[in-house]
């Protein structure tokens, strides 16, 4: 007999609360104090100009990916803004990325008068495909933004070669992927260019927002330092001239201080959520309500959230009833990631941007038209059965066991037989 659905009245299968993050303890708090001190003291700065802490944080962020350099920025949106605006590109070239992403991919491509183009995704990984990448392809095609989404790699190896045969340069969206690995590379260090988030929600912070991009390439780098450092960087000083229109995309002492702690979390922040993810992969094989995400031969992900796939075709309910009943068991969960492919997002639908120009799509650079309506099947189709799951570092084997536990309850209740 099974037991009733909590949502039905029955006992849930999880009576606690969802374990917190525990991220930060007495080391943030101490690197904290000591920055501030020493601002207090006159021996530093909680500016990065006279300060030790941001030059620090970007030496280890650079060790710890074996890149050349690294830059700190406020956050992951201006760490894509500041790696496409060291581009130099005229108004009017095409971006090539992902429908399935945060805002912050996309805003940043128009701010910079480029046209976001939108590649389809494996319904399965929610990545970007070569294929689709391939098709998008036109003479005015200049950068590829692969998103590395929940922190699965993408196919890499062929995006290179694409790249490499239409010479575009690729800036890798890694802001849901530290340490994710693709044939033993970690993700940010294959294309030209890698960008990452440091907000508070990401596998690391700077103190609550953040942001870096990482290169091998000299000129990438200075650029992008001065970009974002604005008059501050080596290169451009506010006694001398401007070269072009710059941001302040700084990063603080007391960030950096905190960055640097939480970068030496990294390495077991990535080997638990692996650990946990694999082990419901494993519990839940058997079910045929949903199916674990594919994950590439040869990658690593490192699971900023865990995605499932409902078989819609296989319930008797909706998705949002299946996830009201996962809640109602205990389960923190939420049904879709973004609400649509982005390019049905009311901004780019209406090409609502500066005042009434409609501009980059309207830019004479341009010159042509961009009909973005259903261009991503794929997309919708993983969106409309798509669950994230929150597990982090503070689950133990117990969570992962009650998710598993409540699925298979529900399956019992919802499959359609
Ligand atoms: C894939 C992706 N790109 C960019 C961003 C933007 O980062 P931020 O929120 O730090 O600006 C995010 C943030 O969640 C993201 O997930």
């Given at each position: 007999m099974v037991e009733k659905l909590a949502i039905e009245g029955g006992p849930p299968i999880r009576k606690e609360p969802w374990p917190r993050r525990s991220q930060f303890d007495?080391?943030?708090?101490?690197?904290?104090?000591?920055?501030?001190?020493?601002?207090?003291?006159?021996?530093?700065?909680?500016?990065r100009r006279g300060g030790r802490e941001c030059i620090r944080f970007e030496r280890e962020f650079a060790e710890f990916f074996n890149v050349k350099y690294a830059v700190a920025v406020?956050?992951?949106?201006?760490?894509?803004?500041?790696?496409?605006?060291?581009?130099?590109?005229?108004?009017?070239?095409?971006?090539?990325?992902?429908?399935?992403?945060?805002?912050?991919?996309?805003?940043?491509?128009?701010?910079?008068?480029?046209?976001?183009?939108?590649?389809?995704v494996d319904p399965e990984t929610m990545n970007i495909t070569p294929e689709s990448i391939e098709?998008?392809?036109?003479?005015?095609?200049?950068?590829?933004?692969?998103?590395?989404?929940?922190?699965?790699?993408?196919?890499?190896?062929?995006?290179?070669?694409?790249?490499?045969?239409?010479?575009?340069?690729?800036?890798?969206?890694?802001?849901?992927?530290?340490?994710?690995?693709?044939?033993?590379?970690?993700?940010?260090?294959?294309?030209?260019?890698?960008?990452?988030s440091l907000m508070a929600g990401k596998h690391i912070t700077t103190g609550g927002e953040g942001g870096a991009i990482i290169t091998n390439n000299e000129n990438y780098y200075q650029n992008v330092m001065i970009f974002s450092r604005s008059r501050y960087s080596p290169w451009a000083t506010i006694r001398f001239d401007i070269d072009y229109p710059v941001?302040?995309?700084?990063?603080?002492e007391l960030q950096a201080a905190v960055g640097l702690v939480q970068l030496k979390k990294l390495p077991q922040i990535i080997s638990k959520r692996r650990r946990l993810c694999m082990k419901l992969a494993k519990l839940i094989s058997d079910l045929e309500t949903v199916s674990f995400p594919k994950i590439l031969n040869n990658t690593e992900p490192s699971f900023w959230f865990l995605p499932l796939f409902v078989n819609l075709e296989k319930i008797t309910v909706s998705l949002d009833k299946f996830v009201d009943a996962l809640q109602g068991e205990g389960i923190p969960c939420?049904?879709?990631?973004?609400?649509?492919?982005?390019?049905?997002?009311?901004?780019?639908?209406?090409?609502?941007?500066?005042?009434?120009?409609?501009?980059?799509?309207?830019?004479p650079y341009y010159g042509q038209e961009i009909n973005y309506h259903d261009s991503c099947p794929n997309a919708k189709k993983a969106l409309d059965r798509v669950i994230t799951l929150p597990i982090h570092e503070s689950c133990s084997e117990k969570e992962i066991e009650d998710i598993a536990l409540a699925l298979e309850k529900i399956e019992a209740h919802y499959l359609a037989r």
């Amino acid at each position: 007999m099974v037991e009733k659905l909590a949502i039905e009245g029955g006992p849930p299968i999880r009576k606690e609360p969802w374990p917190r993050r525990s991220q930060f303890d007495e080391k943030e708090l101490k690197a904290v104090i000591n920055v501030m001190k020493n601002a207090i003291e006159g021996t530093g700065s909680l500016w990065r100009r006279g300060g030790r802490e941001c030059i620090r944080f970007e030496r280890e962020f650079a060790e710890f990916f074996n890149v050349k350099y690294a830059v700190a920025v406020s956050s992951g949106t201006a760490a894509i803004h500041t790696a496409l605006a060291s581009l130099r590109l005229n108004p009017g070239y095409e971006v090539i990325t992902s429908p399935i992403t945060d805002v912050g991919t996309i805003t940043p491509i128009i701010y910079q008068n480029l046209i976001p183009v939108f590649a389809d995704v494996d319904p399965e990984t929610m990545n970007i495909t070569p294929e689709s990448i391939e098709e998008k392809i036109t003479d005015k095609t200049r950068v590829i933004i692969p998103v590395h989404l929940w922190g699965a790699p993408c196919d890499m190896d062929p995006i290179m070669e694409i790249a490499e045969k239409h010479e575009l340069t690729i800036i890798e969206d890694c802001a849901q992927a530290h340490g994710a690995t693709y044939k033993g590379k970690y993700v940010g260090t294959i294309g030209d260019m890698g960008s990452f988030s440091l907000m508070a929600g990401k596998h690391i912070t700077t103190g609550g927002e953040g942001g870096a991009i990482i290169t091998n390439n000299e000129n990438y780098y200075q650029n992008v330092m001065i970009f974002s450092r604005s008059r501050y960087s080596p290169w451009a000083t506010i006694r001398f001239d401007i070269d072009y229109p710059v941001l302040n995309y700084r990063l603080t002492e007391l960030q950096a201080a905190v960055g640097l702690v939480q970068l030496k979390k990294l390495p077991q922040i990535i080997s638990k959520r692996r650990r946990l993810c694999m082990k419901l992969a494993k519990l839940i094989s058997d079910l045929e309500t949903v199916s674990f995400p594919k994950i590439l031969n040869n990658t690593e992900p490192s699971f900023w959230f865990l995605p499932l796939f409902v078989n819609l075709e296989k319930i008797t309910v909706s998705l949002d009833k299946f996830v009201d009943a996962l809640q109602g068991e205990g389960i923190p969960c939420g049904a879709r990631y973004t609400v649509a492919p982005m390019y049905e997002y009311r901004f780019i639908k209406q090409r609502n941007t500066y005042g009434y120009s409609k501009c980059p799509w309207t830019c004479p650079y341009y010159g042509q038209e961009i009909n973005y309506h259903d261009s991503c099947p794929n997309a919708k189709k993983a969106l409309d059965r798509v669950i994230t799951l929150p597990i982090h570092e503070s689950c133990s084997e117990k969570e992962i066991e009650d998710i598993a536990l409540a699925l298979e309850k529900i399956e019992a209740h919802y499959l359609a037989r």
